[in-house]
């Protein structure tokens, strides 16, 4: 399914926080987002001016969760000056949206055992996948603050770095254990160190992962060239041939 | 209907080369990419003789109202862009204007013969931000080069020539005139400025290229002073380029001297914004207002 063309805005609906992350919920009239994919977002008044005279550019920011009537929500961390801006937003603000974007998750064949492995902002699109199409959430985050987030979820299982909820150390504990039971698929978003331990752990178990990458991103559809990854087929985009990618294909 | 070069263009507005991957916009946003094309011509990202894989990321660091970027030129190399892109290429609702780069004359040579007898290319931008092995500045930066360089390109080609100057050089009007002077049809300008992006803790360079090119709002003024001494400067027509983000800004460096304008950054935030910028850009003169 292909995007509309061309930036589009719409109006903030509703904004929640949830911890240290703020949820941002808006209407897509016309289309609807897979899990996996992704828009550009700015601001549609005052985007720039920021910290250093940013933002310029639009960011790309994960689908959390989609709705049949249309709506639409992204999880944001203000981590700079665009994530800043979109985190100051009102209800009634105006968006710019480009999207949806990417390829999403590929589904499993029904009543496949599916393992969530998600850590800090990329638990964001499992929140949608999980709404979709089930599986176990595995959810790996700084602190308890952080952790916070992990009510987003149905029945999560919870690690944080310092033990200030669930285990004690990184998501791929959980993991290790989740795959000595028995071997499932995994879908898995987070920083880039805990996607290499979840390929690494996949790899060893022998079963298939899904991974859905994070890049700085220019434009998101293809054009600039400069969210590259590098793959055992050389680099690829992450905005078109990703964001999800097969974790075997990685280098 | 605007005559550019002996093309014919709907209007004033075309892409800049590597800002617009048409092939990969068709993808994404299918249909509704042909229904509404934002070019007036389409350019293509640099073409070199062999593939390349492009530079190590991170490729891009957004800067003050711009964006520093170092791709390094990513491409299947010319064989696959005649075999595949151009067969690719053939629902392209606009002129094709191929943009090419070597590092010698030579190469230069082989890519314009390559081109020659395919039709479909209307028009050849030439990539002279190259560095010259023997001088170590860009071919483009040097006037002497560039004229040699464009004495033994331009009798091979029957197409327009348009030069993509360099605003890395101390005198950008002299390149201009030695690019007319050898031959060519046109000149587009400007390329990115050379910048350099560190990393937060200010450690070393943070592009995997090393330097970057800078683009965006932030060389806007840049390209106008540019482009108002390459007008002063030769009698062939002009592409500005650099920063536009409205009918405003094309207006401007029309009024510099440019004959039509090309949108490069603008364009990753709005793939539409061609569009856009046309149509204000043909609301302004409609009104004449000014």
């Given amino acids: 399914m292909t995007a509309p063309f061309g930036a589009r805005r719409i109006e903030l609906r509703s904004r929640r926080e949830i911890g240290p992350y703020v949820v941002l919920g808006a209407v897509d009239e016309r289309t609807?987002?897979?899990?996996?994919?992704?828009?550009?977002?700015?601001?549609?008044?005052?985007?720039?001016?920021?910290?250093?005279?940013?933002?310029?550019?639009?960011?790309?920011?994960?689908?959390?969760?989609?709705?049949?009537?249309?709506?639409?929500?992204?999880?944001?961390?203000?981590?700079?000056?665009?994530?800043?801006?979109?985190?100051?937003?009102?209800?009634?603000?105006?968006?710019?949206?480009?999207?949806?974007?990417?390829?999403?998750?590929?589904?499993?064949?029904?009543?496949?055992?599916?393992?969530l492995v998600g850590g800090g902002i990329g638990i964001a699109p499992l929140v949608g996948l999980q709404q979709a199409w089930g599986g176990r959430a595995l959810l790996g985050f700084r602190d308890a603050h952080h952790a916070q987030a992990a009510e987003l979820f149905s029945d999560p299982v919870i690690a944080t770095d310092d033990g200030s909820a669930g285990h004690r150390g990184p998501v791929t504990d959980l993991l290790e254990a989740e795959l000595d039971t028995r071997p499932r698929k995994i879908y898995a978003c987070g920083p880039p160190a805990m996607l290499a331990a979840v390929k690494d752990r996949a790899a060893s178990h022998e079963v298939a992962s899904q991974l859905a990458l994070e890049a700085p991103m220019a434009c998101g559809f293809g054009a600039c060239y400069g969210c590259v990854v590098a793959t055992l087929d050389g680099y690829r985009r992450v905005c078109v041939d990703g964001p999800v990618f097969d974790g075997a294909l990685l280098a | 209907m605007i005559e550019f070069c002996g093309l014919r263009l709907g209007h004033r507005v075309i892409n800049a080369s590597g800002c617009f991957d048409v092939l990969a916009a068709a993808r994404v946003f299918g249909e509704e990419l042909y229904a509404a094309f934002p070019f007036a011509a389409y350019v293509s990202k640099t073409i070199t003789l062999s593939a390349r894989e492009g530079n190590p990321p991170p490729r891009l660091w957004e800067s003050a109202a711009g964006l520093i970027n170092s791709i390094g030129l990513p491409n299947g190399g010319l064989d696959a862009y005649l075999e595949h892109d151009l067969a690719a290429l053939a629902g392209l609702v606009v002129p094709l204007i191929t943009n090419v780069m070597g590092s010698t004359a030579e190469e230069f040579g082989k890519l314009i013969d390559a081109l020659e007898d395919r039709p479909q290319v209307a028009a050849i931008e030439l990539n002279v931000s190259c560095p010259n092995v023997a001088t170590g500045l860009d071919i483009g930066a040097d006037p002497d080069g560039l004229e040699a360089l464009m004495r033994h390109i331009r009798p091979r080609s029957s197409k327009p020539l348009i030069v993509k100057l360099t605003p890395n050089t101390a005198d950008v009007a002299a390149c201009a005139a030695a690019a007319q002077a050898g031959g060519a049809d046109a000149v587009s300008l400007i390329n990115t400025l050379r910048a350099l992006a560190l990393t937060p803790e200010g450690s070393g360079a943070w592009l995997g290229g090393g330097s970057g090119g800078l683009s965006g709002p932030a060389i806007r003024t840049v390209a106008l002073a540019q482009v108002a001494l390459v007008a002063r400067a030769v009698t062939i027509p002009i592409v500005g380029m650099g920063g536009v983000a409205s009918g405003r800004d094309a207006r401007d460096l029309i009024d510099a001297g440019a004959s039509i304008v090309a949108v490069g950054t603008e364009s990753f935030r709005d793939p539409a914004a061609g569009a856009r910028i046309a149509r204000e850009l043909d609301d302004g003169f409609t009104q004449n207002a000014r």
């Fill in chain 1, 32 to 115: 609807r987002a897979q899990p996996g994919q992704f828009y550009m977002l700015a601001s549609a008044e005052r985007w720039g001016g920021g910290d250093r005279e940013r933002p310029y550019l639009g960011r790309a920011v994960s689908v959390m969760a989609v709705a049949d009537d249309g709506s639409i929500e992204f999880l944001l961390h203000d981590v700079g000056p665009g994530t800043k801006r979109l985190c100051e937003l009102v209800l009634g603000d105006g968006l710019l949206i480009v999207g949806p974007l990417g390829n999403g998750f590929t589904a499993s064949p029904p009543g496949a055992d599916l393992l």
